[in-house]
C-alpha cells in the first residue's frame, strides 16, 4: 500500500471518530479549550516573569518559605513579576515577598481537595479547572524556573519542564533547584543511575542547576531582561534543533 493511501486510510479513520464523538467527549473538550484560551490570554496581560514552584504544605516560618519570599521581593525589586500556582506554602510566600514590594504577583490557581486555596497576596489571579493547562500557562508565563522543595505536585512540574526542554519543545530557559540539601539526593540518581545508563545525555544534564543563593537567580532573570507586554518567547518558536542548541553559558 503506497504511503499516500496509508495516509488517506488513517485521515478516513480520524473522520469516522469525530463524527461519533459522544456529547460528554465534545463538552469535555471545550472545557479543556476554555482553560487553555482564557490562559493564553491572560498570560499575554503581563510581560514574561519568574515562575516559582513548591510544596504547598510547608509553613511560612520554614526556612525554604523565608527564602521564597527574600526570592519574590528581590525579583519585585528588580522589575520581575512572580508567578505561582497562587496557594499555600512555597507559593504563599513568593507571592508574599512580590507583593510587599509593590511587584506583580501572580497567581494561576486550581482547586484541589485539600490544601489549594488562593493565597492573599495576588495582584493577578486566574483559576484553572485542569491541571494541565495551568502547567502549560505557568511554564509559557516564565523567563527562569524555580523549584524549591515539594511534593508529587512539584515533583510532576519538575518532569514535564525538564522533558520539554530535553526535547526541544520548548524555549530554553534557566532552571533551578533551590535547596542543595533537599534536591541532592535527586541530583545523584541523575548522575549516577540514569546517566550511566544512558537514560539520559551529559547534555540533558546541563538543563538544570542546583543553588541555595536567591541572587543567583535574580541575576539570571536580570540577564534575560524584560520581555514587553503581549510578546513571548514561544512565539515563532521552532523545536527543530532541539537540545543540539542548548547553551553552555546558560546559567553564566
Aim: glycine share 8%.
Amino acid at each position: 500500500m503506497s504511503e499516500e493511501k496509508v495516509d488517506q486510510k488513517f485521515l478516513d479513520q480520524e473522520a469516522a471518530a469525530l463524527r461519533e464523538l459522544e456529547d460528554a467527549d465534545i463538552k469535555r473538550a471545550k472545557a479543556y479549550a476554555n482553560d487553555l484560551i482564557r490562559g493564553l490570554k491572560t498570560v499575554r496581560t503581563y510581560p514574561q516573569g519568574v515562575t516559582i514552584f513548591g510544596s504547598a504544605r510547608l509553613p511560612q516560618d520554614n526556612r525554604y518559605c523565608k527564602k521564597a519570599r527574600e526570592l519574590g521581593q528581590l525579583l519585585a525589586q528588580n522589575g520581575h513579576p512572580v508567578i505561582t500556582g497562587g496557594g499555600p506554602g512555597i507559593m504563599e510566600a513568593a507571592n508574599h515577598g512580590a507583593f510587599e514590594y509593590g511587584g506583580r504577583s501572580i497567581g494561576l490557581n486550581i482547586t484541589l481537595r485539600h490544601e489549594q486555596f488562593p493565597n492573599p497576596y495576588l495582584t493577578d489571579m486566574l483559576q484553572f479547572q485542569y491541571f494541565f493547562a495551568r502547567k502549560v500557562m505557568l511554564a509559557m508565563s516564565a523567563k527562569v524556573y524555580v523549584f524549591f522543595p515539594g511534593g508529587f505536585g512539584t515533583m510532576d512540574e519538575v518532569s514535564e519542564i525538564l522533558v520539554l526542554m530535553q526535547e526541544g519543545k520548548m524555549p530554553q530557559m534557566p532552571f533551578y533547584f533551590f535547596g542543595k540539601s533537599y534536591w541532592r539526593p535527586l541530583i545523584k540518581v541523575f548522575e549516577n543511575k540514569m546517566h550511566p545508563m544512558g537514560m539520559i545525555s551529559r547534555q540533558d544534564m546541563k538543563i538544570y542547576k542546583l543553588t541555595d543563593d536567591v541572587k543567583e537567580i535574580v541575576h539570571a532573570a536580570n540577564k534575560i531582561g524584560h520581555p514587553k507586554i503581549k510578546s513571548n518567547f514561544y512565539d515563532g518558536f521552532s523545536a527543530q534543533a532541539g537540545m543540539a542548541e542548548l547553551k553552555d553559558n546558560l546559567f553564566d
